[in-house]
């Protein structure tokens, strides 16, 4: 009997080996603390870029290197590191100028020099998860990536990785007057959407139903609370940093009756690069165009007061001054009861809650609506049952019915309503005693 020969299936693995890359931290002198915490974030952003860290090291100094950004020796050090640790990629915590990412190079021949900004840009790349969202990407990277044409060799000399993904892998060896037409158009298609966006809104706002803001520090839970507030899973939500990137407007229920309108928005962070906080404006319209913005921080994260800080700047720099807002302190279900005092001691208006279980959200609604109120009051209103008709349809475009009841010849509206309009339904009709 003849034996079967045949040849042996081996799998192979085919995906390209996860990227090495060693952290940089560099600051003044005067603030140790701040360096190393802010290489942790940038840690986190490294493995959501899906790279694995194999290196860190950091340098304090008395002012920063023109040409390199770090000291020669430092520059030695990680050339080093990287031979021993087996590294391809080295990431600054800093934005680097285009002659310091050249001469970087030129120092360190055989490493990807990437920086937080690019980073961060690559981040976003992969996560846009709508036409707008890709756009916005696409220019800021090419605004990012067009004053540094020639000191970023790693954009075609190395395959894949981060910091190549999105145009950078497509458009880098376009002449700069190809990548200039490139974001003019971009730009153009942008402003299509921004005013088809400023359509949606302008008609919005003719909807008499009140704006909420979900924003926040990333990664602190927004798309989490705002599935548990409206008990669908619509929004994406993910233990990872960005992970929402295009808005999510859903309604919501208010305690005293009818909805609001609540939209998920990106989240912040420190050092957020102005390329693309120009980029995501259209989105950040969202914002500025709120009734109310219910700002929610991680109570769990090491680092809250820096975050709370960065976000109430970046809020600052939105113009969102006078818009009312509800701050919530979300994982408050991590900490200790000690820790649970000195938060409320820290933030004397903190609302402690937990978007995974639920925990307080009641207090955030009510606090919610109570920051309505300032644009929406709460009346009622009676209408002859004569005057249902025609006039019931005015109400209805004018305000948000909470409650209607008949009363005798009468018909008594229980509203959310602006000031404004009050003041137009007034003076059609007397409202009740």
């Given at each position: 009997m003849?034996?079967?020969?045949?040849?042996?299936?081996v799998s192979?693995e085919t995906?390209?080996?996860?990227e090495?890359?060693?952290l940089?931290?560099?600051?003044?002198k005067?603030?140790?603390d701040?360096?190393?915490a802010?290489l942790?974030?940038?840690?986190?952003l490294v493995e959501?870029?899906?790279?694995?860290?194999v290196?860190?090291?950091?340098q304090?100094?008395?002012?920063?290197?023109?040409?390199?950004l770090i000291?020669?020796?430092?520059?030695?050090?990680?050339v080093?590191?990287c031979?021993?640790l087996r590294?391809?990629?080295?990431?600054?915590?800093l934005?680097l100028s285009?002659?310091?990412?050249?001469?970087?190079?030129?120092?360190?021949p055989?490493v990807?020099i990437?920086?937080?900004?690019r980073?961060i840009?690559d981040?976003?790349a992969?996560?846009a998860?709508?036409n707008e969202?890709s756009?916005?990407?696409?220019?800021?990277?090419?605004?990012y990536?067009?004053p540094?044409?020639?000191?970023i060799?790693?954009?075609?000399?190395?395959?894949g990785g981060?910091?190549?993904?999105?145009?950078?892998?497509r458009?880098?060896?376009?002449?700069?007057?190809h990548?200039?037409?490139?974001i003019?158009?971009?730009?153009?298609?942008?402003?299509?959407v921004?005013?088809?966006r400023?359509?949606?809104?302008?008609r919005?706002?003719?909807?008499p139903v009140?704006q909420?803001?979900?924003?926040?520090?990333?990664?602190?839970?927004?798309s989490?609370?705002l599935?548990q507030l409206t008990?669908?899973?619509?929004?994406?939500a993910d233990?990872k940093?960005?992970?929402t990137?295009?808005p999510?407007?859903?309604?919501?229920?208010?305690?005293?009756g009818?909805?609001?309108?609540?939209?998920?928005?990106?989240?912040f962070?420190?050092?957020?690069p102005?390329?693309?906080?120009a980029?995501?404006?259209?989105t950040?319209?969202?914002?500025?165009?709120?009734d109310?913005?219910?700002?929610?921080?991680?109570a769990?994260?090491?680092?809250?007061?820096?975050?709370?800080?960065?976000v109430?700047l970046?809020?600052e720099?939105?113009a969102?001054?006078?818009?009312?807002r509800v701050e919530?302190?979300?994982k408050?279900?991590?900490l200790s009861a000690?820790?649970r005092d000195?938060?409320?001691?820290?933030?004397?208006?903190a609302i402690?809650?937990?978007?995974?279980s639920?925990?307080?959200?009641?207090?955030?609604?009510?606090r919610?609506?109570?920051?309505?109120?300032?644009?929406?009051?709460?009346?009622e209103?009676?209408a002859?049952?004569?005057?249902?008709g025609?006039?019931?349809s005015r109400l209805y475009?004018?305000a948000q019915?909470?409650?209607?009841k008949?009363i005798g010849?009468k018909i008594?509206?229980r509203l959310?309503v602006t000031?404004?309009?009050w003041?137009r339904?007034q003076?059609l009709?007397?409202p009740?005693?």
């Amino acid at each position: 009997m003849a034996r079967k020969t045949g040849v042996r299936n081996v799998s192979r693995e085919t995906r390209a080996p996860i990227e090495r890359a060693v952290l940089v931290g560099v600051g003044p002198k005067s603030q140790t603390d701040v360096i190393r915490a802010s290489l942790e974030e940038l840690k986190r952003l490294v493995e959501t870029a899906g790279a694995l860290v194999v290196g860190e090291t950091t340098q304090a100094l008395q002012r920063f290197n023109s040409s390199t950004l770090i000291g020669e020796g430092k520059v030695e050090e990680i050339v080093g590191m990287c031979a021993g640790l087996r590294a391809g990629t080295v990431i600054f915590d800093l934005e680097l100028s285009g002659a310091q990412q050249k001469n970087l190079e030129k120092a360190m021949p055989k490493v990807k020099i990437v920086d937080r900004t690019r980073l961060i840009l690559d981040i976003f790349a992969r996560r846009a998860r709508t036409n707008e969202g890709s756009l916005q990407v696409e220019l800021a990277q090419l605004s990012y990536m067009l004053p540094r044409l020639t000191g970023i060799r790693a954009f075609s000399q190395q395959a894949g990785g981060i910091g190549t993904r999105g145009p950078g892998e497509r458009k880098l060896e376009y002449e700069k007057r190809h990548i200039q037409y490139r974001i003019k158009h971009l730009r153009a298609e942008l402003e299509r959407v921004r005013s088809s966006r400023r359509l949606r809104r302008e008609r919005r706002a003719g909807v008499p139903v009140p704006q909420v803001a979900l924003v926040g520090y990333t990664n602190v839970g927004k798309s989490t609370l705002l599935n548990q507030l409206t008990g669908e899973y619509a929004a994406y939500a993910d233990d990872k940093l960005f992970a929402t990137l295009d808005p999510t407007a859903r309604r919501v229920r208010l305690p005293s009756g009818g909805w609001a309108v609540m939209t998920d928005t990106v989240g912040f962070i420190q050092r957020l690069p102005t390329s693309l906080i120009a980029a995501f404006r259209s989105t950040l319209e969202e914002v500025e165009a709120a009734d109310c913005l219910l700002v929610v921080h991680d109570a769990s994260s090491p680092e809250l007061d820096g975050q709370h800080a960065s976000v109430k700047l970046t809020l600052e720099e939105l113009a969102t001054g006078g818009i009312p807002r509800v701050e919530a302190f979300n994982k408050a279900d991590r900490l200790s009861a000690a820790e649970r005092d000195d938060l409320v001691r820290r933030y004397p208006d903190a609302i402690l809650m937990s978007a995974a279980s639920g925990d307080g959200l009641p207090g955030v609604l009510a606090r919610v609506e109570d920051a309505l109120s300032k644009k929406w009051l709460l009346r009622e209103i009676d209408a002859p049952a004569t005057l249902a008709g025609s006039w019931t349809s005015r109400l209805y475009e004018s305000a948000q019915i909470l409650e209607r009841k008949v009363i005798g010849e009468k018909i008594r509206f229980r509203l959310r309503v602006t000031a404004e309009n009050w003041s137009r339904l007034q003076s059609l009709l007397t409202p009740a005693a």
